[in-house]
């Protein structure tokens, strides 16, 4: 080895000497002594080289996972997203390796072997995330686009990228003449709006399911298929100039060659398969694993033709029919890992490369920063114009601009690959970069300031049971999620007394998890709309609820919906419907279910985190309901039963009973209970809890004090009217929440269905001590007595919450 650093070698067969350079600490076949190494001595340094790299490569994916998870948990406080706290973290890292003149280097945290490792590593996953995300997207739904969203889509990308070419000369004059060809991909990687990216903000953003995020999310659609025809025309543009019309042409007979073979060859096989899968059972392996090595090859075959290797997967995706079955196992199968490891790497890895000693502002940094700021302003205006035009609330219209201005994985994907393939130096690449960030930080915080999806349902008309007119007609919307629930669910609506005097309407909203799928689904069941698959969502509720309706006809009015939506954003679809239809009470399933010997079957937090927001943002009166698990049958079948036994017995059915302890919610419950018992078959026992009279009532609840007499006072003086059933009332004075509960848990075994109100966060004698036992705060004091593990009762509960008026 000579003193510089080089290693020699002398090989005997060709009778000369051999230099190394120094990349590794051995050259490939040298020993130490700088002789040539055996057959054995090759294969131990091979291992030593495979056993480094792997070593380098998990130690590295630690420190970057730690790192942007330690960066995210107090950056997420100020409203920065995911990908926004991985860039910076990807920007600390860079500091950590600094050489002693000052400067940054990427290379003194990996080996050369270790940057191309996780460099491939970072690409591979980024192509599966494009496969995905094309897998998700609906793309039908580019057929039903309204216009408003066509409008706005087509212009995000069109405006900024023939602005940016217009003045392409002028800002390009004083380039070198190998730097003129790149800047063409400055431009439009500025100009780009790709559906990943506005995607996975509205997801991140929890918007996906309003009017908003499916406006955002159409118009995303229509801007990612603009963005890919510009940047095939820049592609064929570059093909052009260096290989001529010749390579062009190949290039389109293989974009459209490869198109067709999806059309008319794979497509028709996804369907195929999904023809083979029997309706609710998980389509075989084998597909899934056929569907994923297809996505893989298409990759190569579109690489090997001249195209973008990312142009495959992506486009096959589109292939791939979204949600179940096939859509969502595919999904299952990659999702988790694509997301959870290989776009973490690829976003910290790109913001470890910015190098900013070689940001040197010359003309080509000065005219790219140009071309981003210009860009961002030229792409929000052609966003904001339209809406303006088509009359949308100002600032809805300013959200929805500065969505479709943000930008995210596509363009730092892009941009890497273009530092990568030395068609950026390292000031334009850290610009760049500083733009994208700039994006991240900047559009999820003025989108949260200036929509707010929970205004929409803002209490400003009563609309409770209470306040109804009498003998109007009640809306009730009632939702199901399991199958069990539906025949308590219609168990309850039958015992609210329907009559042609007093009908009802039932809205049937059917609760599915969205899953392998980017866009949610409304089905409006009396429309007829059909869905994409031929699996139907919910035959079993609405033959069901069919029959409830014709059981009762020209008392009740059935109108049953499916919304396929994520868990967070079900509530959402929930309190558009009750603010749509204008509906009194919302009816939601609790998320716990027993069987019938008591036991806890299943219990469904995420039912639970569902009920706590519609009890937050409902726009009128809301009611869970609590089935224990008990052969309920409904009045119409006790009727039955009773009409069997002889009239004697028909006036003693079914029993309900209303615990009240006043307030608005009480009055609520109680209201509800008196609907009930218009019906002669129905018995109806109110029982009041008073606290002892020596201690005082407070002057601030006097008023409450006076409205809870008057709604008691019918009960009261049982002067109900003619024709109902059987109305019992009970005073009974506890001093606290012990004797309180002591009668409470006696009640389970006497009552068929116990009606309370929520009172959640009222404090009062009655009630004292109760509530920091409580387990189940959406069911308030009095519910969560009735459903605790150690009151094992047939009684149904029903705990009704009054409309939260702001």
């Avoid at 230099?19 to 054995?40: A, I, M, Q, W, Y």
């Avoid at 079957?601 to 569902?610: C, G, I, S």
């Avoid at 009166?621 to 039955?640: D, E, F, K, P, Y």
């Amino acid at each position: 080895m000579d003193p510089y650093g080089e290693y020699w070698s002398y090989e005997g067969h060709s009778d000369k000497w051999v230099k190394f350079d120094v990349c590794t600490e051995l050259p490939p076949r040298v020993n130490s002594e700088g002789n040539f190494l055996k057959k054995n001595e090759r294969l131990h340094q091979d291992e030593f080289v495979v056993a480094n790299s792997m070593a380098e490569l998990e130690v590295i994916m630690a420190l970057m996972f730690f790192t942007s998870l330690a960066v995210h948990f107090v950056l997420k406080h100020f409203g920065l997203t995911m990908i926004a706290s991985q860039i910076i973290s990807g920007i600390i890292l860079s500091f950590i390796f600094v050489d002693s003149n000052g400067q940054h280097r990427v290379d003194k945290l990996f080996t050369p072997t270790g940057q191309e490792i996780v460099g491939t590593i970072s690409m591979f996953g980024y192509q599966l995330f494009l496969f995905l995300t094309a897998v998700k997207m609906d793309v039908a739904s580019i057929l039903k686009t309204r216009r408003k969203a066509a409008i706005v889509g087509v212009a995000a990308p069109l405006l900024p990228f023939c602005l940016g070419m217009v003045f392409k000369p002028s800002l390009e004059s004083s380039f070198p003449p190998s730097d003129r060809k790149n800047f063409t991909s400055v431009i439009m990687g500025e100009a780009l709006t790709s559906y990943p990216v506005i995607s996975s903000l509205i997801t991140e953003l929890n918007i996906l399911h309003t009017e908003f995020g499916r406006l955002a999310l159409s118009a995303s659609i229509v801007s990612d298929l603009v963005s890919f025809f510009l940047a095939n025309i820049v592609r064929l543009e570059h093909a052009y100039i260096d290989n001529g019309i010749v390579n062009v042409l190949i290039n389109l007979s293989s974009i459209v060659g490869y198109a067709l073979v999806l059309v008319l060859i794979i497509r028709p096989a996804m369907f195929w398969i999904i023809k083979q899968t029997p309706e609710g059972r998980p389509v075989k392996n084998i597909y899934v694993y056929a569907v994923i090595v297809l996505a893989l090859i298409s990759g190569l075959l579109t690489n090997f033709f001249g195209e973008f290797i990312f142009f495959g997967p992506y486009v096959m995706g589109w292939t791939v029919p979204d949600g179940p079955p096939l859509g969502s196992a595919v999904i299952d199968k990659l999702d988790c890992f694509v997301s959870g490891v290989f776009l973490p790497l690829l976003i910290t890895s790109t913001g470890m490369r910015i190098d900013f000693k070689e940001m040197k502002f010359d003309s080509v940094i000065e005219s790219s920063i140009v071309v981003a700021l210009s860009s961002f302003v030229a792409k929000f205006i052609a966003c904001l114009i339209p809406c303006i035009f088509y009359k949308m609330p100002w600032l809805d219209s300013l959200a929805l601009s500065m969505i479709m201005t943000s930008q995210g994985i596509v363009e730092l994907a892009m941009y890497s690959m273009l530092r990568d393939n030395n068609a950026f130096d390292q000031g334009t690449y850290g610009v760049v970069m500083f733009s994208i960030l700039a994006t991240t930080i900047v559009v999820p915080i003025a989108v949260k300031c200036l929509y707010d999806p929970s205004r929409k349902f803002a209490g400003y008309q009563k609309r409770n049971i209470m306040h109804l007119k009498p003998n109007s007609e009640l809306r009730i919307l009632a939702c199901i999620n399991r199958p069990d629930t539906i025949s308590p669910m219609i168990n309850l609506l039958d015992c609210s007394c329907p009559t042609k005097e007093n009908p009802i309407t039932v809205y049937v909203l059917h609760l599915i998890e969205l899953i392998g799928r980017a866009s949610p689904i409304f089905i409006s069941h009396q429309m007829q709309q059909k869905t994409l698959s031929n699996i139907s969502y919910s035959e079993n509720l609405l033959l069901s609820f069919s029959r409830f309706e014709r059981d009762n006809w020209g008392a009740v009015t059935v109108n049953a919906f499916t919304a396929v939506s994520p868990p967070k954003l079900m509530h959402d679809d929930i309190c558009t419907m009750a603010l749509d239809k204008l509906t009194s009470l919302i009816i939601l399933p609790f998320h716990r279910k027993w069987t019938m010997d008591g036991e806890i079957e299943l219990d469904d937090n995420m039912v639970r985190a569902l009920n706590f927001s519609v009890l937050e943002n409902s726009p009128c009166s809301v009611g869970i309901l609590i089935n224990r698990g008990q052969s309920w049958c409904g009045r119409a079948a006790n009727t039955a039963i009773a009409n069997s036994q002889g009239e004697a017995a028909h006036s003693q059915v079914y029993s309900v009973c209303v615990i009240f302890l006043g307030g608005k919610d009480d009055r609520e419950a109680l209201i509800y209970a008196k609907r009930m018992s218009k019906d002669p078959s129905i018995s109806l026992t109110v029982i009041n809890f008073c606290a002892p009279k020596e201690l005082g009532e407070e002057q601030s609840l006097k008023w409450e004090t006076m409205m809870d007499m008057e709604v008691l006072k019918e009960v009261k003086y049982n002067n109900l009217g003619a024709g109902n059933g059987y109305i019992g009332y009970m005073e009974e004075v506890v001093k606290d929440g012990s004797e309180m509960a002591l009668i409470v848990r006696s009640l389970v075994d006497d009552y068929d269905l116990i009606i309370a109100g929520r009172r959640y966060g009222v404090e009062c004698p009655q009630t004292s001590g109760l509530m920091q036992w409580s387990e189940f705060q959406e069911l308030g004091v009095v519910g969560d007595l009735l459903v605790s593990t150690d009151v094992n009762g047939r009684a149904s509960v029903l705990v009704l919450q009054q409309q939260v008026i702001d």
